[in-house]
């Protein structure tokens, strides 16, 4: 397959949103321009990190640019969910973050996951063109989502599974 190179500039929606019980679900990044969606997979840690490394790259756009209003995080729950079909194009393997201060866009840089054995440049790659406050509310509803997880077992901090938990701390031993 030929690699894909698309731009969704600017978007009108973006959004993060999981399919499936916890511990076996599969998390989306989804966006649309007009009639047009573009949708990725990503893992629950790329958007814990995303969600945490935009607040640090909002706070530098900040002091650069001091005259920008403050990014909202606010957002409509029933509008953050994906929208069906559910095809997704690639699993995201990097994402960047990039600011057009002209226009006043963060882009949001998703690369599909390298296969083993596959050249980089072979690699596809989509742009999310977002107003501050599309993206600061998409990383919050991210975040959000994520905290949907699987309880956290008290003793040792592992996700518990809903069929049974086995707490290396019940028997001294942890692998």
Request: proline share 7%; with cysteine; aromatic share 8%.
């Amino acid at each position: 397959m030929s690699p894909t190179e698309i731009d969704l500039r600017p978007v009108s929606h973006i959004t993060t949103d999981a399919i499936g019980q916890p511990g076996k679900r599969v998390f989306y990044l989804q966006g649309w321009q007009g009639e047009r969606t573009v949708t990725l997979i990503i893992e629950k840690i790329q958007i814990q990190s995303l969600a945490i490394g935009l607040e640090q790259f909002l706070a530098e756009i900040s002091s650069r640019f001091p005259e920008l209003s403050e990014a909202s995080s606010e957002y409509v729950e029933e509008k953050m969910h994906i929208n069906p079909p559910v095809d997704p194009l690639f699993r995201i393997g990097e994402l960047g973050l990039g600011y057009d201060n002209e226009n006043d866009f963060v882009v949001l840089i998703a690369k599909e996951a390298v296969p083993e054995g596959a050249k980089e440049e072979d690699t596809s790659i989509v742009r999310f063109w977002c107003t501050r406050s599309q993206i600061r509310a998409m990383c919050r509803w991210g975040i959000e989502v994520a905290g949907r997880g699987r309880p956290i077992c008290p003793q040792c901090g592992q996700p518990m599974d809903p069929e049974g938990h086995f707490c290396p701390k019940k028997n001294g031993h942890k692998h």
